[in-house]
């Protein structure tokens, strides 16, 4: 059975509320493909207006990050109770800029990854490579190795529902682009490991997105590619060019 191509947003630390409903309104006739799940990545303060703003629309609303914990005392942190009572269906986890700037451990984030499962929520799992991994040719080892550490404890069922995101860190923001030949030996590289974890049925079935300086111009060379099922998109998911990416088959 064929994969469903998966566009997703992750609008970062853009977008206030007001900003946010203007932004749904202006993407709502753009974005609408029936081949295709559009799902928007939003800030925490943005994810209630935004929930009530897509209702009725062919868009799911998914979070930018969450905390292990169920609830308590943990200032500033949201849970995944939260995230499910308000509506939304998936989360980003993993995303190299939290990798960075908020040290977090691919230990930390397999605790992730197993609180969104448990609580029915999907992760969009990031993974990628530094320019000087990829200069190195460690690539392939160091993607298998956060993808085994990441995926720690979760089974064959739970990983096929899950989207992976593969994010050359070198093309995140940069507006370089990895060829689509690029994204699509470490897509398959990905699908490969999924097999040897767990076996062909999953690999078969999960969805790995490729992120990095996607655009309308790039998109269609990308997502024509066998195993590369959809985009995590930043820039672009700001802008109506958004649309133009889900409508990358017409
Ligand atoms: C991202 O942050 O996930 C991303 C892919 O960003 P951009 O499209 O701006 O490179």
Redesign the pocket.
């Known amino acids: 059975m064929a994969r469903k191509k998966i566009i997703a947003g ?1 609008w ?1 630390m853009n977008m206030t509320p007001t900003e946010a409903k203007a932004l749904v309104e202006t993407l709502a006739p753009l974005v609408q493909n029936p081949d295709v799940d559009v799902v928007y990545c939003v800030p925490a303060i943005d994810i209630v207006p935004v929930v009530e703003a897509v209702k009725g629309s062919n868009v799911e609303v998914g979070a930018e990050n969450l905390y292990i914990e169920d609830k308590g005392a943990f200032t500033g942190e949201i849970s995944a109770n939260m995230l499910v009572d308000a509506g939304v269906k998936y989360v ?1 986890i993993g ?3 939290r990798r960075q700037y908020f040290g977090e451990t691919d230990e930390f984030l397999n605790k992730k990854v197993l609180k969104a499962l448990e609580k029915g929520l999907t992760p969009i799992l ?1 993974c990628g490579e530094t320019l000087e991994q990829r200069e190195a040719g460690v690539t392939l080892d160091w993607i298998n190795l956060q993808i085994k550490s990441d995926l720690q404890g979760v089974t064959a069922e739970q990983a096929a529902s899950i989207v992976i ?1 593969y ?1 050359p860190i070198w ?5 370089k682009t990895a060829t689509s030949d690029q994204a699509q030996e470490v897509c398959g590289a990905i699908r490969k490991t999924i097999a040897e974890i767990y076996d062909a049925d999953t690999a078969e079935k999960i969805r790995i997105q490729y ?5 309308a111009g790039n998109c269609k060379e990308l997502l024509a590619k066998p195993d590369i099922d959809g ?7 700001l802008k109506p060019d958004f649309g133009q990416i889900v409508n990358y088959d017409k």
Request: charged share 10%; aromatic share 0%.
């Open positions: 992750n970062k980003i995303h190299s800029e990031c995101a994010e093309a995140i923001g940069t507006g992120g990095g300086s996607m655009n985009g995590l998109i930043g820039g672009a998911a």
